[in-house]
T-cell receptor, first 115, second 111 residues
Framework: GQQLNQSPQSMFIQEGEDVSMNCTSS?????WLWYKQDPGEGPVLLIA?????ELTSNGRLTAQFGITRKDSFLNISASIPSDVGIYFC???????????????FGKGTLLTVNP | EPEVTQTPSHQVTQMGQEVILRCVPI?????FYWYRQILGQKVEFLVS????????KSEIFDDQFSVERPDGSNFTLKIRSTKLEDSAMYFC?????????FGQGTRLTVV
């Protein structure tokens, strides 16, 4: 099946710093999504990207859908302690009208923010 | 805000026993999914369900697994004869289209 390479595996930063993480794939996706997971909880959707080249923001978060459709990055600006968690990228192949919107997840980036 | 709810939050079962994990998807969603996350690892796809039938399943979803939508609101995952390696967090998700919303998960521990 499709594999997503997410990097870095972990990051340890100071509060106030900016953070960048990315995902690459050997095959194309139609949609990229970014999720955050807190310990013991389910993934929470942060940003969804639908078009190659698209740049989308959600507060301090900015994500881009790569032109080749094989990669995406997520930036977090001015990090705060509550940004701590695991960030997952997820790729989706199915277009609208399909019977399945299955996601393939990356392995996650563990973010630690030192106050 | 509508959310996906899962019960129980934690289930401990003996190896070989059957378990049923329950989910109530978001009410206007049409697509339903089960995912699994072994401790410290990534979230893995198990199965997707649409129009009262399985639309795709992974190789993890073998004959011991089954899904059902027994009424208009519930979506269940049954594991017929649990194995130690089935211990994991199981997440239900639903979507109207491409954006999947996940429940809080059920932590299954097989002893």
């Amino acid at each position: 099946g499709q594999q997503l390479n997410q990097s870095p595996q972990s990051m340890f930063i100071q509060e106030g710093e900016d953070v960048s993480m990315n995902c690459t794939s050997s095959s194309i996706f139609n949609t990229w999504l970014w999720y955050k997971q807190d310990p013991g909880e389910g993934p929470v959707l942060l940003i969804a990207l639908y078009k190659a080249g698209e740049l989308t923001s959600n507060g301090r978060l900015t994500a881009q859908f790569g032109i080749t459709r094989k990669d995406s990055f997520l930036n977090i600006s001015a990090s705060i302690p509550s940004d701590v968690g695991i960030y997952f990228c997820a790729g989706q192949l199915s277009g609208s009208g399909g019977s399945n919107y299955k996601l393939t997840f990356g392995k996650g980036t563990l973010l630690t923010v030192n106050p | 805000e509508p959310e996906v709810t899962q019960t129980p939050s934690h289930q401990v079962t003996q190896m070989g026993q059957e378990v049923i994990l329950r989910c109530v998807p978001i009410s206007n969603h049409l697509y339903f999914y089960w995912y699994r996350q072994i401790l410290g690892q990534k979230v893995e796809f198990l199965v997707s369900f649409y129009n009262n039938e399985i639309s795709e399943k992974s190789e993890i979803f073998d004959d011991q697994f089954s899904v059902e939508r027994p009424d208009g609101s519930n979506f269940t995952l049954k594991i017929r004869s649990t194995k130690l390696e089935d211990s994991a967090m199981y997440f239900c998700a639903s979507s109207e289209h491409g954006e999947l919303y996940f429940g809080q998960g059920t932590r299954l521990t097989v002893v």
